[in-house]
């Protein structure tokens, strides 16, 4: 079995203590993302997009999709409804430090998520995947996949999941992995999937014996880090254990 480590950038607030002392993550609806267009990428018009690029065969097979309108409308309905849990795979992106951690003074998680995880949790857990960045990456989905797909099923599943998991190219740097949901709110993990905390340039001293304490108190038993400036760099920085 693989665990997927996965890394979540924090500010320290009132809501990322509430999630350490409970062992939560939240799964937010498209309309709290900061991204207007995530999630809600138009079906129909990503098909037509398709559907006027295709080689002359697949054109062909996509103009029978045509026909699933209500099927997309309804799927574009029910996106509303979804929850979304962002990771990254990179510890030491200094965007990211500054985006969602505060400017440096918050911390980043490493979490462990084995395979058990999306098993037993399946009920509620659609599943997990990278993010796909590009222009037209729904419209190049309908050429390079769909038609390859199989049953009406799988293409239902696989058109979900990607409408969950595409954004523009300008948000690449994010390296963003998804954990998707069937609904907002928040999902109870054993606390043995928290493996790491790492602590900014800039987080206080206060706050980080705060966040060490709660740690301990809660039972946590995990590794410990700050982040630090690359000897003989100019920009790059280091995870340092402390």
């Known amino acids: 079995m693989t665990d997927y480590v996965l890394f979540k950038y924090r500010k320290i607030d009132k809501n990322l203590l509430k999630s350490l002392v409970h062992s939560e993550i939240f799964f937010a609806g498209p309309d709290r993302l900061n991204d207007p267009f995530d999630c809600k990428v138009e079906i129909l018009k990503a098909l037509e997009n398709a559907i006027a690029r295709a080689p002359d065969q697949t054109r062909a097979k996509l103009e029978k999709l045509r026909r699933m309108s209500d099927f997309f409308e309804q799927v574009q309905a029910d996106f ?3 929850g979304v849990c962002s990771f ?4 030491k992106c200094s965007l990211m430090w500054s985006h969602y951690a505060d400017d440096h003074r918050g911390i980043c998680l490493t979490y462990s998520f084995p395979e058990s995880f999306f098993h037993e ?3 509620q857990i659609l599943g997990t995947d990278k993010v796909d960045y590009g222009i037209n990456p729904l419209s190049n989905w309908f050429i390079e996949v769909a ?3 199989n049953s009406f099923e799988e293409f239902g599943i ?3 999941k990607k409408i969950l998991t595409v954004k523009s190219k300008p948000w690449d740097y994010e390296k963003e992995v998804r954990i998707l949901r069937k609904a907002e709110g928040v999902q109870v993990l054993d606390k043995l999937y928290l493996k790491q ?3 900014g340039l800039r987080t206080s001293q206060s706050d980080m014996t705060l966040v060490q304490a709660l740690l301990k108190d809660c039972g946590y038993d995990v590794a410990l880090c700050r982040m630090a400036r690359t000897a003989g760099s100019d920009f790059e920085v280091d995870a340092v254990a402390i």
């Open 121 to 123: 949790n399946a009920g």
């Open 197 to 199: 905390v790492c602590f």
């Open 158 to 160: 696989s058109l979900i």
């Open 88 to 91: 990254t795979l990179d510890l």
């Open 147 to 149: 038609p390859s797909l």
């Open 80 to 82: 509303s409804k979804v």
